[in-house]
Nanobody, 115 residues
């Protein structure tokens, strides 16, 4: 069983920054890919950024050069540093841990960017 707990969401003005954290507990394999997805009101959930156990990263085009994903394997934690936030970044952000055949999700944290 895997549990994911996110923190760091909130309300910020456009141009501001937030840092999301997600700590995994339970049966953890440090080589698993982890990442962040988001879901805006009325829209489908979309990938924001993912990072493999080896540190390779992939970003959604609209967040490249603004967001940075990183991980601390010793603490089973993944981070998302979000800079130059825009109103269109407003969404619930979900942490995910990927294993073959199954994804584990956190409960989500709200990020609201005001104009």
């Amino acid at each position: 069983q895997v549990q994911l707990v996110e923190s760091g969401g909130g309300v910020v003005q456009a141009g501001g920054s937030l840092r999301l954290s997600c700590t995994a507990s339970g049966s953890i394999f440090r080589l698993n890919t982890m990442g962040w997805y988001r879901q805006a009101l009325g829209k489908q959930r979309e990938m924001v950024a993912v990072i493999t156990g080896g540190g390779s990263t992939n970003y959604e085009d609209s967040v490249k050069d603004r967001f940075t994903i990183s991980r601390d394997n010793a603490k089973n934690t993944v981070f998302l540093q979000m800079n130059s936030l825009k109103p269109e970044d407003t969404a619930v952000y979900y942490c995910v841990l990927k294993r073959p055949g199954r994804d584990y999700w956190g409960q989500g944290t709200q990020v609201t960017v005001s104009s």
